[in-house]
């Protein structure tokens, strides 16, 4: 069974910096495409980015580019989402996925508020 665990979300001002951690189990990392969307209160599921299984070709939101950068740690079977210059409309729910296969994975999310 595939398992995916988000992990580092919390609460932080304007202009500070998180980095969230999805550890995945069940799969095999290596071959999978990873990658990371979010959603605010009242708003549809947005996408963030995403890294392929190689690592070398990386996408990322408008929203976030400059700001928002996805990693991935094969060891570990770990991708992160490092968050610079955070801003109030960053706040939301932030989801990790992963696709292998043709098929799709899900976590169940991590909590990202950003006061102003």
């Known amino acids: 069974q595939v398992h995916l665990v988000e992990s580092g979300g919390g609460l932080v001002q304007t202009g500070d910096s998180l980095r969230l951690s999805c550890a995945a189990s069940?799969?095999?990392?290596?071959?999978?495409?990873m990658g990371w969307f979010r959603q605010s209160p009242g708003k549809e599921r947005e996408f963030v980015g995403w890294?392929?299984?190689?690592?070398?070709?990386?996408a990322y939101a408008d929203s976030v580019k400059g700001r928002f950068t996805i990693s991935r740690d094969n060891a570990k079977n770990t991708v992160f989402l490092q968050m610079n210059s955070l801003k109030p409309e960053d706040t939301a729910v932030y989801y990790c996925?992963?696709?292998?296969?043709?098929?799709?994975?899900w976590g169940q999310g991590t909590l990202v508020t950003v006061s102003s």
């Open positions: 996925f992963a696709v292998n296969r043709n098929r799709e994975f």
């Open positions: 069940g799969l095999s990392f290596t071959h999978s495409a």
């Open positions: 890294m392929n299984r190689k690592g070398d070709y990386i």
